[in-house]
């Protein structure tokens, strides 16, 4: 949460406004629904920058091709914790209580992100009962993977079991949510720790990966 207030990995300062902090969190426990659903593909085949899953919806990523180019299957993710939480964080918005506002869509965007890591470590134990090796999450609208390529993703995952549904530009609904693919494949092929932020060079990306 502390991340997504704007604070580095390791902080020394003392923080403000604590006892909102604190209050937030306790408020935040009965408003956060978390869920998800995965659904297992074939990674039909690779030819860059294109990916066919189900031999004929394709991803389109340079990235992420060179990741399943490795792969024989990829698991296909949307996670939420719902409308509750955000829709408190409008409230003490349109009541003027703007930090009380910015802590909880802060503790919004911390707990999907713990869902997600929950699906990861799922997927990371499937894989493993398979012989198998998991990569780390890729979401649409990072690297160089279109935004608009979610409704693809969105093809693949039925997301209205979860609540999750798309609007005209590709955007998600309720607004903490994550979708996003994760290969699977064979161990020596380095799939666990293929990883482009390590080569890129735009360190103002909001979706860099802290370690």
Known sequence: MLHYLGYPKKHSRRIPFASIIEECLKEARDMVDPQYLCTMETVSVVLKPVTLVRESLAFESHILADLLDRCSTVAVFVA??????????????????????????????????????????????????????????????????????????????????????????GLMLPRKSVSGVMGLGPVESNVASYDPCALCTKDACIGRRLS
């Open 80 to 169: 939420t914790v719902g409308e509750r939480l955000e829709t408190g964080a409008r409230k003490l918005a349109e009541e003027e209580n703007l930090i009380g506002s910015y802590v909880l869509d802060a503790i919004g965007s911390a707990a999907v992100d713990q869902v997600a890591e929950h699906v990861q470590k799922v997927v990371g134990k499937i894989a493993r009962a398979q012989g198998l090796a998991a990569s780390r999450r890729f979401s649409p609208g990072h690297c160089d993977w279109d935004i608009r390529q979610q409704r693809t993703l969105f093809e693949l995952a039925d997301a209205s079991q979860v609540g999750v549904r798309l609007t005209d530009l």
